[in-house]
């Protein structure tokens, strides 16, 4: 079946971002098979050899993150697809890639933690860890889909963005979105973007520009007689080791988490968010899976809702402009990880949190018993 | 072409300690790169190093050439990736035995399983020398280490031993005080299509030297020439090619995959 | 043979497998203070010294180049 944008299908979410990601443009995968994410995987190995892309099944998550990172460099979009204890093994690459500024996307599946969890139920515990994981001072995109056809347009703007900025973006999706089944359009207008390259054949004098305005420079691609030295190490604007002068370090970290702080606005105005404003003095807050009660529920009691796309870089701005002046609920599958970047916005006596950590979000008639309890 | 101009003299004296071995193995790979950056039997711009973490990770800094320095005990991994998305590169792996054999062991056995198409010099020294001199998988029982004061209490690995159990086509080991044979060994790696990995004994005169009895770099390169030999003989380490045959690279077999999905292209 | 002295770090190992000594350690010092090796035989232009050097500081030149 079709309609005007593409093949309209019956599919899971996991499938749908493979799909997804190929529509983007991705044509590298590597990974290891974890559930609740492992379909993602599966459909890659067969898609990918179909469009002359490669996957690869890894010896564990860290070295699949590897892959992909060393697949970026060789000027291919990459991806790999994990859930919690994987997502855990990546995070030392998580900042590899920060570091580097080496466009790649990372799918995490999120299910019951912390440790092994529970394998087959959702959560939305790792959205600290999406944006903390790893040591040091960094900045990432994250988003979250709500339903199967944002686990394709989300993966490919998670693409869009980490070739736009250089930045692991991660898809924070759950298990309640990979393992639904609905109908989705496989659209075959996506808009993709690539990384700015420099000249080819000629050698980079200055890959890694610490000036301000050189917030994301050209890519380098390996093969390509760029000569380029990429390193962990913080560098200096050469690309050299450069590990005793704090004042390069400095510059090169605001730098990187710059380049994504500075355009939190323009990435949740681009990727988009639903506020839907109703006559009230609550607003409700969910994102993901646990959105789809939310909104049910908020229809249902007559309060507003906001679901964000975007889960990382937070937009203090956006959220204070939409909800100053509300009690607001915020609904998710943790004990309070968006929750406090919320209150962090607004004044946190007004910001009121309906915790499920794990398993399945809160029923509609929960989210409404809560809502009236508040005075809704 | 000249060995000048493979590296970055911009970034000379480079940052290893007097007498480093790692320093005789970034000497020759550069003068065998040089000369078939000369002739043209390898091109610069195709060609790329890789490392881990560890002082004879730092080397790949040193080239003039494309190259990533990755985490600690990856770079098989991050190799991986560049090889197989990109075929047409030349991948040249740095390591060292802490890289190699410890954090980054599964890599190393896979690595040779799948039979990726690069060749891995590991600088085998024995010991962590950036961390200042702790214990290694290949440092030998008795050693002394910062970590094993009374002596190490166990058995080190053969790497050489390793790679081959796990299917490494092409496997040699020397010292750094063979340099000719090195650079040659060098040479033969890079002319073999698969896994090629070349264990390099090596000294690390500050960290490891010193603690065992060698009072600088040259009591450690004559106790390397003086106890491997190229036959087997009893009580000396064995030292040159190892393993010398032909299997199927990765990509080839990727390739095929391709070809029966038909996103080959032809 | 042409010593690159701003380099040479004083290890000696060119001294060491040097075949048929034609250098030896000498008492000039570098200006970071490391003592350099200086040619004192007639070199047989093996080489192995160039190789050897963790430093790359050594070069071999036919004679009439210098």
Redesign the interface.
Known sequence: MRDENGKVEFLQGNEACAEGAIAAGCRFFAGYPITPSTEIAERMSARLPEVGGVYVQMEDEIASLAAVIGASWAGVKAMTATSGPGFSLMQEHMGYAVMTETPCVVVNIQRGGPSTGQPTKASQGDVMQARWGSHGDYEVVALSPYDVQEMFDLTVECFNWAETLRVPAVLLADEVVGHMRERVVLREDVETVDRELPPEGEEVERPFPLEPDDLVPPMPVFGRGHRVHVTGLTHDERGYPCTDDPEVHRKLVRRLCNKVRKRAGEIHESVGYDFIERDSDIALVAYGGCARTVLEAAEEAGVTVFRPKVIHPFDEGLVRRLLDGYEVLVVEMNLGQYYEMVKMALDPDCVHLLGYPGGYPPTPERVVEEVERLGG | MDVEDVLRMDRWPHILCPGCGNGTILNVLARELAERFENGDLDPDKTVLVSGIGCSSRLPGYFRLDSLHTTHGRPLAFATGLKTANPDLEVIVITGDGDAAAIGGNHLIHAARRNLDVTVICANNYIYGMTGGQVSPTTPEGDVSTTTPYGNPEPPFDLCELVMGAGAPHVERWTTAHPVQLKAAIGRALDREGFSFIDVLSQCPTNYGRRNGFRDAREMVEWLRENTSTRDEEGKIRIGILRDEEREPFHARIRKVLEKAGGDGD | MRIKE??C?????C???CPVDALDESDRRNEKG?RLPEQVGRCTGCR?C???????AIEVVEADEG
Do not use: N
């Not at chain 3, 770090?9 to 190992?13: A, D, M, R, V, Y």
């Not at chain 3, 160039?50 to 790359?56: A, N, Q, S, T």
């Open positions: 701003e380099f770090k004083g290890c000696f190992l001294v060491w497998v490391y192995q160039e190789m050897i050097c963790p430093d790359v």
